[in-house]
């Protein structure tokens, strides 16, 4: 188990069938470029110690951080800026930020309606909030929802060779389409993209053969009555703008397609 040898194997495996395709952070990516404006004032909520996308959106965006990892990759001498704290708790006025983006925080949440309330108060008015964050009914998270924490702690960090710091516990208290919509909407936000989108078998890198059959499981999941499946929920949410509470464009559901790889 997870020799080198099985992980080369399964990257050939990777390479035949998932070459070329976007995946989890790519489909974020493009959703938050679908809505940034030049210019604009941007929160990571939950942005972690390397505040990787605080470092992407720098060159077009005012960004800032906000995470409770104690060490940030910055000096906030000059961008990427970030502050250490509660997402809970935002130490922000009202109506600050044009977009509030968030991934794989949702699901370690206690109190995930009290942090969407917060996303919502922070928002300007027609400010969006964009979020990616694991399925609770993927297999992934059914796996880490049964595991005890130190043995999941121990796998992800041995699988992804990432720290086993970087390998936080997991709730999914908001994580299915329903949930997340109901209690965004709660919020006082309105839905304008909510979808899930499926992934590569990033978890069974180490055995090819459960990797073979991890494709089995994108490829059907992929198909639309499995779609409540599928790896990750994707999703936009914005704040109401002038009286009656309209936002621009109709609230719908985005047609996404793709795949998640991640931590979580």
Sequence with gaps: MFTAKDREKCEQIYDRYYRGRKFHDSLYR???RKYLLPGQR???AGC???LRFCKELSDTASVVGIDLDSVLETDNQAAPFAIRGDVSRLPFPSGHFDMVISRSVVEHLEE???VFQEFARVLKPGGRAIII???KYDYV???AALTPYKVHRSLVSKIFQVSEDDVFPTLYRANTLSAIRRILTAAGLVQKELDTINHYPAY???SPMLFRIGILYERITSLAPFRSLR?????VFQKPTGSGGLVEGNAQNGGLRGQRVGVS
């Design 112 to 114: 995930p309606a009290k």
């Design 204 to 206: 069974l890198m180490f």
């Design 48 to 50: 972690g110690r390397y």
């Design 141 to 143: 998270s059914v796996i």
């Design 30 to 32: 493009d959703m938050i």
């Design 42 to 44: 941007v929160l990571d």
């Design 231 to 235: 790896g990750s929920i994707l999703c």
């Design 133 to 135: 964050t694991p399925n």
